[in-house]
């Protein structure tokens, strides 16, 4: 039985659902500390042929906040805003349609907690891109454990038999001494998403948020795309 464990991104890019894709349980670690200005928060699309960032508005908080704890600042209506930039920037493209879709379920969500909205987005996504992964909560597991010996306590209370952990994050686990913690296999997803057509780009900009990725493809196409 194989399983990923990862922190519940912002819209997040390819790779992350390539992940889901790879594995039977999927373990959102909603408990880890919120990092200021890291994928929790952002991602990226593209905006006048620059990569721009769309950044959700949290509240201040002590720097030991959970991701589960964050709370969202809801003034100045940033959804909104935050849907017209995309659509000012992808409206042309061919599946604005699809794209749509995607922006009119965002803009139906109702939270405060950061955390949730993340993980309703992936979802919804998981949903349409036909990805079958069971899903799961690290904050209900109640592990004290801290780094890998915590992902490893994960595992083994799922059965997990093999852990598809992303390659960056190969340096940690091996510093750590994951093979000597736990019996359970250990294998790296290295997912390089193929260059694809980007309306009005001459070069290809990478690492976008899935946003980007349906905007160009479609659903059907980015279904193909992510479980490449």
């Known amino acids: 039985m194989k399983c990923a464990i990862m922190q519940p991104h912002y819209f997040p890019w390819s790779g992350y659902f390539n992940l889901i894709s790879k594995v039977d349980k999927f373990v959102f670690l909603n408990d880890a500390q919120f990092s200021k200005d890291s994928w929790h928060s952002k991602n990226f699309i593209i905006v006048n042929n620059e990569k721009f960032s769309l950044k959700v508005p949290t509240e201040k908080s002590p720097l030991s906040t959970k991701i589960q704890d964050k709370i969202i600042n809801q003034n100045n209506n940033w959804k909104l805003k935050q849907v017209k930039t995309i659509f000012q920037s992808y409206s042309k493209h061919k599946f ?133």
């Open 96 to 228: 604005i349609n699809d794209l749509n879709e995607l922006m009119e379920y965002f803009l139906t969500l109702n939270t405060n907690n950061l955390s949730e909205l993340n993980i309703k987005i992936i979802k919804f996504l998981n949903r349409k891109l036909k990805i079958k992964a069971d899903f799961f909560y690290s904050s209900s597991f109640k592990i004290n454990e801290k780094r890998t010996a915590k992902l490893v306590k994960i595992l083994e209370l799922l059965d997990a038999t093999e852990y598809v952990s992303p390659v960056g994050a190969k340096s940690y686990l091996e510093e750590d001494g994951f093979h000597k913690l736990t019996k359970v296999k250990l294998v790296f997803n290295n997912f390089i998403g193929t260059k694809y057509q980007q309306l009005n780009q001459i070069n290809f900009k990478e690492n976008l948020s899935i946003i980007d990725v349906i905007a160009n493809l479609g659903w059907i196409n980015t279904e193909d795309y992510v479980k490449s």
